[in-house]
């Protein structure tokens, strides 16, 4: 039997489930389970880094980005549980695949493997010292994007170190939804890698492309400040890096660091104004062309 690590925890919520509804969690976990054992067993381009016993009777597949929070939560929480009671006592044999989201998570992996020379054991110590690690190489890159993106802003080095330690670091897949229209979020999003698509009515034919996020750029920035529901949806378009500051974090600044939080406000400030510009001047070209033009090429 081959398991994924998103299909093992699905499992066990799968079990919790059928056990309240009074069903069979078997069968559930039976279907849940058929549709990627066969996929997850084909072979892959880069030899499989794996510990445990060869004859278990079950392997476990982690697909994992050396820079996600959520692998390195798992890493450190539940991991080390599955190792004791499964891995070392013979039951199970695990595999790790990288799945690096954006470049970091990519030299990690490439570190990982450079270190280990195809010794697992020594590959997965190293994997597990990057993951325990990676507030400190992660977070680096967090406060230099911040520094970047602050300049713009007038913000001193002193409040961008304050802003590095309310903010969170996520990355997306090409093609993953980092927020869907009609939902209430308090989060601001600043794009540091990648392209993300503003998309109005998605998945509909009236589906529309408002607008393509690139770096530097700040998304939902009236909804963190009024709470309205989001006008569109946000996607990624390219594997993406972006920092997500919620408003209640932002509120914790109110009475020991007005400043900074005055430097947010006034950054939010000039990031609307500069797309009221922009939608100006384009209401002027359209009206320009079809009087002056009436519509013609």
Known sequence: MIITRRAFTTMLSLTGLAALAGLSPLRLITEAMAQTAADVSKPVSL??????????????????????????????????????????????????REFPLDIKAAAGSMLSRCIAKGDPQKYFAVTDMLFRSQNDWVMKNTTETLTRIGKQAGL??????VLAGIVERETFAAGEVLAREGTVDDRLVVVVDG???????????????????????????????????????????????????????????????????????????????????????????????????????
């Open 195 to 297: 392209t993300l698509d503003v998309v109005r009515h998605r998945g509909t034919p009236q589906e529309t492309v408002l607008a393509t996020l690139r770096s530097g750029d700040l998304a939902h920035e009236l909804g963190f400040l009024d709470g309205m529901p989001r006008y569109a949806t946000l996607v990624a378009t390219s594997p993406a890096c972006v920092l997500l500051l919620e408003r209640g974090r932002l509120e914790t600044l109110i009475d020991r660091e007005p400043r900074t939080l005055y430097a947010v406000m006034r950054a939010i400030v000039r990031a609307t104004h500069a797309l009221q510009t922009r939608l100006s001047m384009q209401a002027m070209e359209l009206t320009n062309y079809v009087v002056k033009q009436h519509g013609r090429y």
């Open 47 to 96: 030899p499989d880094m794996a510990i445990g016993s060869d004859k278990a009777a079950v392997t476990i597949t982690e697909y994992a980005s050396m820079t996600c929070p959520h692998c390195a939560a798992f890493n450190e929480q539940v991991f080390p549980k599955i190792k004791k009671e499964y891995i070392d006592t013979g039951k199970v044999r695990y595999i790790f």
């Open 156 to 161: 001193s080095q002193q409040q961008v170190e």
